[in-house]
């Protein structure tokens, strides 16, 4: 997916605004799991989740390509979003966002913060992403896609991190919206030659990329109907698709149910509060049955923007 002279040009163009993210082994965490775990809080980047990487090289490498940009519109559900309102505000270029009705509030405000113009549009991350296509052509401005090489450099950074805080991993479980982070993790374990199993989790209420694993090629789903925002995709990628058959180990869905749980856990162990799609990861922990005793194993907590409200509903129930 990526060379390793990629990666080391990535690290470079992130590390000036992103310090190397924690991974922490908790006690009371590992009680419940029964095996060595490691977490790897992406939650603590200048957004609060991993994307920002990806969206810091990809900016970067479009201006360097074509100086004479003026601006830049992409589709989102949050996090994808931030990376590149704070990227284009670091360059100076302005950056307009379409999401879906109902989008998470906190994230819309976080957007706004970092510069973007904001614009609400459909029913799903998907219909928003075809208005966003439709305006950027009407614009004259790049589209910015969820997934795209340059993303998968800037997230492999932080699985580049991980190997080097946790050297000796069995598997990771990497939760799976569009694929950069998954084809990050599978490039990074591939380019440095370790055996570590990477195993994509998903919602079992957005099931297009979990589909595909199983059919050996992309599956579209007409709906995509989980509370876990992260993953809610209905169209997966055809690249991303061709990465995870050739990389992932297995696919583990989980209910909406067991990621609040993990949030729970997560809240109650390391007092630090996930998203919803930073604890999808541990809930496929917890449920993969084919995971090896004592393996030594990594959850990425992929983000902690977290609505308030959902925070209080969680933190209520502990």
């Not at 977490?39 to 490498?61: D, I």
């Not at 989008?103 to 075809?130: C, T, W």
Request: charge should be negative.
């Amino acid at each position: 997916m990526i060379t390793r002279a990629e990666l080391d040009a990535a690290v470079r163009l992130v590390r000036p605004h992103v310090p190397v993210t924690p991974a922490y082994r908790w006690p009371l965490l590992e009680q419940v799991t029964g095996t060595p775990t490691w977490v790897k809080h992406e939650n603590a980047t200048p957004t609060g989740a991993f994307k920002v990487r990806g969206g810091l090289v990809y900016v970067a490498r479009l201006l360097a390509a074509e100086p004479e940009v003026r601006g830049m519109i992409s589709a989102t559900r949050g996090n994808h979003g931030q990376s590149l309102a704070y990227a284009g505000r670091a360059h100076g270029v302005p950056v307009t966002i379409v999401v879906p009705e109902g989008n998470s509030p906190d994230k819309n405000a976080a957007m706004r913060g970092f510069g973007a113009e904001l614009i609400v549009y459909g029913r799903d991350f998907q219909e928003a992403r075809e208005y966003a296509m439709r305006l950027a052509e009407e614009r004259g401005l790049p589209m910015v896609p969820a997934f795209h090489r340059d993303l998968v450099a800037g997230v492999a950074t932080y699985a580049a991190e991980l190997h080097e805080q946790a050297s000796e991993l069995d598997v990771v479980y990497v939760p799976v919206g569009q694929g950069s982070g998954l084809c990050a993790n599978i490039a990074v374990r591939d380019l440095l030659g370790r055996r570590t199993e990477v195993v994509a989790v998903g919602a079992e209420g957005a099931p297009a990329y979990a589909l595909s694993f199983r059919a050996g090629h992309p599956v579209t789903t007409p709906e995509a109907d989980t509370f876990v925002d992260g993953v809610a995709t209905r169209v997966p990628d055809d690249e991303a698709v061709a990465v995870m058959l050739r990389g992932a180990a297995r696919f583990v869905q989980v209910s909406d149910q067991a990621t609040e749980t993990a949030m729970r856990l997560l809240w109650q162990t390391t007092h630090q509060m996930p998203e919803p799609a930073g604890a999808i990861a541990l809930a496929g922990l917890i449920a993969d049955t084919a995971r090896p005793d004592g393996a030594a194993a990594a959850v990425i907590m992929t983000g902690g923007n977290c609505d308030g409200e959902l925070v209080r509903r969680v933190v209520s129930d502990s």
